[in-house]
């Protein structure tokens, strides 16, 4: 596509509740990246893939967090039994890697899936 | 570990006055930098990048930044700021070998009529 795709771009749910968060990345774009903006707080860091691949998981809070890329394209971003301190901004970026250009290296972000968690 | 300082929460400046966002970093290896803008109610958008090459590099809206590798620095600046500049505004690090990219917590530019 043109651009990066999320959805929902707003999702509230209960706490205690699942929530799938979905990426579909700018094609050709073989790395992913997940981040988490809360109110007023920097670009905290998940995940990011390599292809179907996450060498850094560091980022993700708990394990109730998990992220999974398929087919080298679609990114879900999990959480399970959420909570209330969950609530932010899921932003997504995908890039192109080991290219040269204007476009390499550089983060072409979605625009965000907000979570809010009663 | 990678990461990145920007140490002033807020930057207020007058309209028509140079402005500065000050950010240093921390890789163990060669780093890559960006400049990010977030504008209200509005995605992150790329400014700038550095990666190897002029340590002055020019970017998008007049904005320009300056890598300084004994300082450890790349601060943003512009010669003349707008209003239509202020934003949230977010330095990137990410080691050469390394694909993770790591944000600052973000400076506040105002640009005061």
């Known amino acids: 596509g043109a651009g990066v795709s999320q959805s929902p771009s707003n999702k509230v749910t209960e706490k205690g509740k699942d929530v799938e968060l979905r990426c579909d990345p700018i094609s050709g774009h073989t790395a992913l990246y997940w981040y988490r903006q809360s109110l007023g707080q920097g670009l905290e860091f998940l995940i990011y893939f390599q292809g179907n691949s996450a060498p850094d998981k560091s980022g993700l809070p708990s394990d109730r967090f998990s992220a999974e890329r398929t087919g080298g394209s679609v990114s879900t971003l999990t959480i399970q039994r959420t909570q209330q301190e969950d609530s932010a901004v899921y932003l997504c970026?995908?890039?192109?890697?080991?290219?040269?250009?204007?476009?390499?290296?550089?983060?072409?972000f979605g625009a965000g899936s907000r979570l809010t968690v009663l | 570990a990678q990461s990145v300082a920007q140490p002033e929460d807020q930057v207020n400046v007058a309209e028509g006055n140079p402005l500065t966002v000050k950010c240093t970093y921390s890789?163990?290896?060669?780093?890559?930098l960006f400049w990010y803008v977030q504008y209200p109610n509005r995605g992150l958008q790329f400014l700038l990048k550095y990666i190897t090459g002029d340590n002055l590099v020019k970017g998008s809206y007049g904005f320009e930044a300056e890598f300084n590798k004994s300082q450890t620095s790349f601060h943003l600046k512009k010669p003349s700021a707008l209003v239509s500049d202020s934003a949230l505004y977010f330095c990137a690090v990410r080691d050469k070998g390394y694909q993770k990219v790591t944000f600052g917590t973000g400076t506040k530019l105002q640009v005061i009529p």
């Open positions: 890789v163990s290896g060669n780093p890559y």
């Open positions: 970026a995908s890039s192109l890697v080991g290219a040269s250009g204007s476009g390499a290296n550089v983060l072409t």
